[in-house]
């Protein structure tokens, strides 16, 4: 579905006010993978390591400056148009919906700019109005939808021409719990039942844990990580953190199979591998414990210590 | 072609389904366009006032200058008008929406808007013209009628064109907005008197540069029967469809090099 | 005092945080002198005077328009209105400076910004083409001190329209009718001196006029002695009409804001 080899893209800065210097940085750096129809995988890397470079090269928005790209067999930047009508793309907050129409209204313009033949366009909108219980606002103008209605919209206007693949970026940024699990199990579906590829950019280890199965890692514009997600946390991403409040301020505790990263007054940061709950036993028989939380090693971390461990 | 303008006519239909719901506040808004847009014709009254004729052109030779050049440009405002918000779109990432869908990127600028409140400033371009026909004496024939319905819409292809090529600098400089504004608005104030006042390096650059004199002044030669003063060859007074057509492509071309140069560059 | 000196830094920075703005801004400013010189221009060829202004006085006139129109922003302003209408004007009035007072300050720091950058390029091009009066060091004085007091005179106008938007749902319709009886009868089109007798009474008993028509009648000499002092005179007198106008305006909208919650 997507052939990546050697894409690389840099970009032109210029800097100072007056007398501007041209500095030339490499947003991606030779970069190659393959995706299979069908798969599902997350990409992720911190803000500014090349993700979305990387997904505008793909969706053909951007022009690589050197390497081999071709998605669903065309090359992006050369046939943008021709690969518009079989990709489907959600760029997070950015409002894709026609801001003052009433919701369907948008699905209908986007019928029309996408040629969608009606039956299957009425079919196909049936179907989201169903999954995503669209109907309680198909008919409220896109300006006074919640964001998590917004997002329903906007997942909907990036499928009704029944794309084979999907880039979404960041699909759950700021949905509740409830909103964020209903839009998962959609996109599970979705990639289950029709097969539909996704690639899916996101900081939120929740989506990544629930819905892929591969992961690819970008960073300073080099792929670091390409591969299962147990696999990455198992190599990189093992310790987790509990945090205790103690009674009083103490100094930093012993305790078998952790490590005390930080204190702060009464507050204390420490590391472990295994059962959290064999350490919040063996930590209540020497303190008295007021309050307790158990932290998950965050995408990001994982990230930088991949990276600082040399790859 | 047939088949984008069909696309067009429903995006289209959509919004002015939406504005038509608020009809007061449509009515309202419509109505102070007229309104607000009279003054600005007052303003040539006014300098009437003073002056018989200008560059031997009367008060009713010239509001039929402002009145043809109003319209057109009335209908460009209501077609592309709403492309500068093209300076929003690059700064917060939108325009690459429209890079993921299957249509040109112009085509959907163009037809992502229609403030039918512009359309008080076409009203407020048609009383000036009744007022132009109140005083002026043309020998209407077929070749003039013709030139009439032909030089309104070259005049709107003019003014859509400039404004297109001139949005373009947001490509590369999004606080370039104001700098179209000389070519757009400067130009339609400029076509509303005949070019004959301007000096003479100020009339190349608008006669054949930026195509402003073929939007009223040389068709208005014609169907006024006027000798040029300029002695400028007659044929001019007929290419204004031609210089329509040759500014449309030039746009289209200016467009797509400042995409092309947005996709390489990257946003 | 220290505050406004603040305030008026940020109005100031704003501004010259956007050069390529400004430069595309003067550009315009200049491509519109050239052409509502030679429109004007194009009278003269009829007549030696026109309402006491000969050519000379007409492209001067046009040419200190176009330098001062951003200057006195008379082309619309409406953030006030925009905080209005999201409701962030609740927190400005929780803060300890009046609105007015802010926006004084702010835009009084904005207007050198503009007369330095919007204004002196365009003038200093319209210098080269046509030949221009200048004025004597002390109109120089007088012509600064009543530019000084048109952007006051500016901003009080801005605000009333801006404080309207506490009544109404859209107040663009209010802003654009504003900005064009502003540019109309303040000179901006055509100079007052242009318009018959009657139109040219009007627009003198409007605040307007002291926005653009009375700083170039200074610089131009048209006031000397004591005219000139009665000159700038009306000007403070409107600026102070028009701010207290605002007060009273600010007042009963935050009245309407705290009783039934904006």
Known sequence: MIEVDGLTKEFVVREGRFRRRRRVVEAVRGISFRVERGELLGYLGPNGAGKSTTVKMLTGILVPTAGYVRVAGLEPSRQRIQLARRIGAMFGQRVQLWWDLPLVESFELLRHIYRVPADRYRASLARFREVLDLDPFLQTPVRQLSLGQRIRGELTAAMLHEPELLFLDEPTIGLDVVARQRVREFLAELNRERGVTVLLTTHDLGDIERLCSRLLVIDHGVLIWDGGLADLKARYGGERTLIVDLEEPAPPLLVEGARVERVEGPRQWLRFRGSAAELIARVAAQERLIDLQVAEPDIEEIVRRIYSSGR | MVDGLRVYGRLIAAQVRSQLQYRASFALDAAGTFLISFLDFLAVLVLFHNVPRLA??????????????????????????????????????????????????????????????????????CVVFGYALTGTHIDWDVGRALMLVVMVPAGFVIFASVWVAGMCVMFWTTEGGEF?????YGGQFLTQYPID??????????????????????????????????????????????????????????????????????? | MRLDWEIAKRGWRRYAAYPAATWAGVFTNTVFGFVQAYILLAVYRHRTDVGGYDAGDTVTYVWLAQALIMTVYIFGWEELALRIRDGSIATDLSRPVNPQRYWLAFDLGRAPYHFVFRGIPPFVVGAFVFDLHYPSPGLAVAFAVSVGLAVV??????????VAAFWLIDHRGVLRLSVTVSLFFSGMILPIAFFPGWLAAVAHALPFASILQVPVDIYLGKHTGADLAGALAVQAGWALTLLALGQLALARGTRKVVIQGG
Not at chain 2, 68 to 79: H, Q
Not at chain 2, 231 to 254: D, E, H, I, K, N
């Open chain 2, 56 to 125: 031997g052109w009367s008060v009713h030779e010239v509001a039929f200058l402002y009145a043809t050049s109003s319209v057109a440009f009335a209908l460009a405002d209501l077609i592309v008008g709403h492309l500068e918000s093209l300076s929003q779109r690059l700064r917060t990432g939108t325009f690459d929406i429209l890079l993921v869908r299957p249509r040109g990127t112009l085509f959907q600028m163009i037809a992502s808007e229609l403030a039918l409140r512009r359309l008080g400033r076409f009203a407020q371009g």
């Open chain 2, 180 to 184: 179209t504004n000389a070519f757009t």
């Open chain 2, 197 to 267: 006042v301007y000096s003479a390096w100020l009339r190349r650059f608008l006669a054949y540069l930026v195509p402003m004199a073929f939007v009223s002044y040389f068709p208005a030669l014609y169907i006024l029967g006027k000798d040029d003063p300029l002695g400028l060859p007659r044929l001019l007074q007929f290419s204004s469809p031609l210089v329509a057509v040759a500014a449309a492509c030039a746009a289209g071309l200016v467009w797509r090099a400042a995409v092309r140069r947005y996709r390489s560059a990257g946003g």
């Open chain 3, 153 to 162: 005179v500016s901003l009080g106008f801005r605000f009333l329209y801006n």
